[in-house]
């Protein structure tokens, strides 16, 4: 290759130049509270800065204003401005992916939580069944033990006779 040819080939930079890099760099929230407040919609009302998490929304996560009366269709002026540049195709494409194994994790996290639940609430019956069970056992240990008495009167009482009969056969 020629360095004429060298010359006429460039590569462009997907992430745009040095200087626009440092312009999109994101500010603390303080500094970007400072630098944006006071900026109205058409309603001559201070429009908050909000982020874009909309289902549908091309770039999740961008921050706009937008007409505080947004909830009450009747009364927004249906401003908008975006504050944040358009996210590139593959930062869409990350954050799509982000949210789909953050989706992925919470289902995960709810069949664990319906889980814990369904073990929860069969330790809460077994723990009572083992109540009643330990009661049961508590009134056949007191029934056992009248009847050990019982039987250890019914011994001593068969002794006395033995030794009154055993006395009555040698006197």
Same mark, same amino acid.
């Given at each position: 290759?020629?360095?004429?040819?060298?010359?006429?080939?460039?590569?462009?930079?997907?992430?745009?130049?040095?200087?626009?890099? =440092?312009?999109?760099?994101?500010?603390?929230?303080?500094?970007?509270?400072?630098?944006?407040?006071?900026?109205?919609?058409?309603?001559?009302?201070?429009?908050?800065?909000?982020?874009?998490?909309?289902?549908?929304?091309?770039?999740?996560?961008?921050?706009?204003?937008?007409?505080?009366?947004?909830?009450?269709?009747?009364?927004?002026?249906? =401003?908008?401005?975006?504050?944040?540049?358009?996210?590139?195709?593959?930062?869409?494409?990350?954050?799509?992916?982000?949210?789909?194994?953050?989706?992925?994790?919470?289902?995960?996290?709810?069949?664990?939580?319906?889980?814990?639940?369904?073990?929860?609430?069969?330790?809460?019956?077994?723990?009572?069944?083992?109540?009643?069970?330990?009661?049961?056992?508590?009134?056949?240990?007191?029934?056992?033990?009248?009847?050990?008495?019982?039987?250890?009167?019914?011994?001593?009482?068969?002794?006395?006779?033995?030794?009154?009969?055993?006395?009555?056969? =040698?006197?």
């Amino acid at each position: 290759m020629s360095s004429s040819q060298k010359s006429n080939l460039s590569v462009k930079n997907p992430y745009g130049s040095i200087r626009n890099s =440092f312009k999109m760099k994101r500010e603390n929230s303080s500094e970007f509270e400072y630098r944006f407040s006071g900026i109205k919609c058409k309603c001559d009302i201070e429009s908050p800065c909000q982020e874009a998490w909309k289902e549908g929304t091309l770039d999740p996560g961008r921050r706009f204003f937008g007409c505080s009366r947004y909830k009450d269709p009747s009364k927004r002026c249906n =401003f908008f401005l975006w504050v944040d540049p358009p996210y590139s195709e593959r930062a869409r494409d990350v954050i799509k992916g982000l949210k789909m194994k953050i989706m992925k994790k919470d289902e995960e996290i709810h069949k664990g939580v319906v889980e814990y639940n369904f073990v929860e609430k069969k330790m809460l019956v077994l723990h009572e069944q083992c109540k009643s069970l330990e009661k049961k056992n508590d009134e056949l240990v007191q029934l056992l033990q009248k009847k050990k008495r019982k039987v250890f009167k019914y011994k001593f009482l068969f002794m006395i006779v033995l030794v009154w009969f055993v006395m009555k056969l =040698f006197n």
